[in-house]
């Protein structure tokens, strides 16, 4: 056996080893969540509608792979093009690292699992922080419009939510020239950081132009980050439909609340906003649903994800990742 095979065959088994770490991961996570919340769900008499419920994952796990695809999108426009199979994989697997308690944790192992198909480990981690800020505007745009005038938590609600909306929109718009174009900010501060001894590394390790991806390509990603967001909420109010006394007028009030929850979870402490989205939406729930029920029906949002997260996980990560888009001949190392 060769050098590189033997490397091969270390990173295949490595990586078994960490999709088995993340799949049991995430199995203790849930089962801690049912075990804290035991007392309140055998109280909590929900009529489950099986139809609703399925129609619930089916969009929710459509908002997933679009998600992989946004990104996919993105770090194209970094000028890495990557086939479906294996930018689902990559995104799948960094994406269930988001529990660990820093949220550097993705953006290395995103960038470690692109790597090998020839994606700069600077435009790797950039993109996870274009993706979030992305993830955050939509949410935003989305409670902005949706969620009660109240969800701030200020006496001036309305004009809290038309400036939270028009700035996340504003953001969006201008992605490409803000931190999707880092390298030209880069640029201009290169000089300067070559000049302080400790950033004089940094500034060589870096090159500005793998900070600055294609326009076109990051509004594509922006689109379809929104479109996700949007089918994100979609199965939040089909879930809501299929366990609570939700109607029609319900639907935008759960929207928003589960928008706001986004907003509050991804800017939160926890890693990815756990028990923080779920304080959030059952606040704003409470006064509808009723505070237990609306606790329930948060805690549901979370183990939907969960649950098609695990699995998701192992499909995307089944076969060899090495197979790479058109295009990826002039990009290999």
Not at 155 to 170: D, E, L, S
Not at 319 to 329: E, L, M, N, P
């Amino acid at each position: 056996m060769t050098g590189s095979d033997g490397g091969v065959g270390e990173r295949q088994r490595s990586g078994t080893a960490v999709r088995w770490a993340l799949g049991l991961a995430t199995a203790a996570v849930i089962v801690w969540l049912a075990v804290r919340y035991w007392d309140d769900l055998r109280q909590i008499d929900l009529q489950v509608d099986a139809v609703g419920l399925a129609a619930a994952v089916v969009v929710s796990m459509t908002a997933t792979w679009c998600l992989a695809l946004g990104w996919r999108e993105l770090i194209g426009g970094y000028g890495t093009p990557l086939a479906q199979r294996p930018a689902l994989r990559i995104w799948m697997l960094s994406q269930a690292t988001r529990y660990l308690p820093t949220g550097l944790v993705p953006i290395v192992v995103r960038a470690g699992l692109a790597a090998p198909l020839g994606v700069k480990r600077a435009a790797a981690g950039a993109s996870v922080v274009v993706e979030t800020a992305t993830l955050v505007g939509w949410s935003a745009v989305f409670a902005a419009l949706w969620a009660p005038a109240d969800w701030l938590g200020t006496a001036g609600g309305w004009f809290a939510r038309i400036v939270i909306g028009v700035a996340a929109a504003a953001g969006l718009v201008t992605l490409p020239w803000t931190l999707a174009g880092a390298g030209a900010w880069w640029r201009r501060i290169d000089g300067l950081m070559r000049r302080v001894g400790l950033l004089r590394r940094i500034c060589g390790l870096v090159h500005p132009d793998a900070l600055s991806a294609e326009r076109a390509a990051v509004w594509r990603a922006t689109f379809v980050y929104g479109l996700a967001v949007a089918q994100r909420l979609m199965a939040a109010v089909l879930l809501a439909g299929s366990l609570l006394a939700a109607g029609v007028d319900d639907i935008w009030l759960i929207a928003g609340a589960t928008a706001a929850g986004i907003v509050v979870g991804m800017v939160g402490i926890t890693p990815a906003g756990l028990g923080v989205r779920e304080v959030v939406v059952a606040a704003l729930l409470a006064e509808r649903f009723g505070v237990g029920d609306a606790a329930a029906f948060a805690i549901a949002v979370r183990l939907l994800e969960f649950a098609h997260e695990l699995v998701m996980l192992p499909l995307a990560a089944v076969g060899k990742s090495t197979a790479r888009g058109s295009g990826h001949g002039r990009n290999a190392h």
